[in-house]
């Protein structure tokens, strides 16, 4: 009895622990604490920003154009170089075109010399209609003091009444004459003004042409018309440049702004106004959002930043920065660091630290979404410690042990 109740006795006990190997659960996998990134959660006050990459560029922008054909013959200033308004920027040539100006000169010229000659004869003409006029009102004058005389003659009885009506007859033909020479004489002035005015007008237009082709020939010396530096010289000594080529770029470095690159995904939440920070790596400075562009380019939104205060020296056109433009500022909001897989309005797993140092795969609801951090929804709570590194290689296990 002793030995079959001992036998059962040991049997009971080797069932029992078979029973608990089978229940026994595998193993934790061990992951070095130094190769991941645990966060709390904490709840307060969270930022929301957007993050990109961009570059300086000027407010003040101008690109210089050819305004007519011509060979770059040479490059007097290279890129980098301030310039003013009257600087050559460089030299083209266009011999028609100078051929051109030479005979606007001479054509205006001649114009002139026409304008000279007419004004010459028509002087003439008037003098001598002035001479006729004078002539005739003499010669009426003359005669209205002969029919005078006559009339007193006639009253003495000293001269016939037909001498009397002679003399008066000649006084009214010549009064009738002196009349129309008065009128012809007004229409000379007239005349003379009018065909004046018309030759004028050919010197005024040959002098229009001349000026036209003096001012192509002068922008065959490229300037840029405005103060500051000179930034892109995209044309070859020798290159054949046609009208509305661009030939130089000036920019003012002293007006600059940022245009930063943001992902499509966030762009959707940036407003004008809102505040920003850019990093010229030499120094940030604060900005504030001017004007988002409406079409997405590789992936990108691109939004313009104007700068508050002096740039950091050394800040210059086309150097590149990194922006980061402020959305709205959350109070009271349960959030934790970015985690590696995790974006906006999504759901994922996160490992949450244990006491007992493993961690537990448990799910997790994202709300609103920062640069640096993730709104909670539900999952986790205040105080939560998870794992926000990629986690990826062990995704068929739940739980893993942190060491």
Do not use: C
Not at 38 to 64: A, P, Y
Not at 279 to 294: F, M, W
Request: charged content about 25%; glycine content about 6%.
């Amino acid at each position: 009895m002793r030995r079959l109740a001992i036998g059962a006795v040991l049997l009971a006990v080797v069932s029992m622990a078979g029973v608990a190997v089978v229940r026994l659960q595998p193993a934790s996998p061990p992951v070095d604490r130094a190769s991941v990134w645990i966060d709390v959660v904490k709840r307060g006050r969270m930022l929301r920003d957007v993050r990109g990459q961009g570059t300086l560029v000027s407010e003040d922008l101008r690109w210089i154009p050819a305004t007519t054909t011509g060979r770059v013959e040479r490059i007097v200033l290279r890129p980098g170089t301030p310039v003013s308004a009257d600087s050559v920027i460089l030299q083209l040539s266009n011999p028609s075109l100078e051929q051109e100006l030479e005979d606007a000169q001479l054509k205006l010229k001649a114009a002139e010399a026409s304008l000279t000659s007419l004004r010459v004869q028509l002087d003439d003409e008037e003098l001598q209609q002035r001479a006729t006029a004078a002539t005739i009102e003499a010669d009426y004058k003359k005669a209205a003091m002969q029919a005078d005389v006559n009339e007193q003659l006639s009253a003495l009885k000293l001269v016939s009444d037909l001498i009397l009506k002679q003399s008066k007859l000649d006084a009214e033909q010549l009064d009738v004459r002196n009349r129309i020479a008065q009128q012809q004489l007004a229409h000379t002035a007239e005349s003379r003004s009018a065909r004046m005015a018309e030759r004028q007008s050919q010197v005024d237009q040959a002098r229009a042409f001349m000026t036209l082709k003096a001012r192509e020939v002068d922008a065959l010396r490229v300037r840029p018309g405005v103060p500051g530096i000179l930034q892109v010289v995209p044309v070859d000594v020798g290159q054949q440049v046609t009208v509305g080529t661009n030939l130089a770029r000036v920019v003012n470095p002293s007006r600059l702004m940022a245009e930063v690159k943001v992902p499509e995904t966030q762009a959707k939440d940036v407003q004008i106004g809102q505040r920003a920070s850019i990093d010229t790596h030499n120094g940030v400075v604060s900005g504030r959002v001017t004007r988002i562009d409406p079409s997405v380019l590789n992936g990108t939104v691109t939004v313009d930043v104007a700068i508050d205060g002096p740039l950091p020296t050394g800040s210059r056109p086309d150097l590149s920065v990194d922006g980061t433009i402020e959305l709205e500022r959350l109070d009271s909001v349960l959030y934790v660091g970015r985690p590696a897989f995790g974006d906006e309005n999504t759901s994922t797993t996160l490992f949450k630290m244990q006491p007992d140092g493993t961690a537990v795969r448990v799910p997790v609801k994202f709300g609103r979404s920062s640069v640096n951090s993730l709104e909670i929804l539900s999952g986790i709570t205040e105080g939560d410690q998870v794992v926000l590194s990629d986690m990826s290689a062990w995704n068929e296990v739940d739980r893993v042990h942190i060491q």
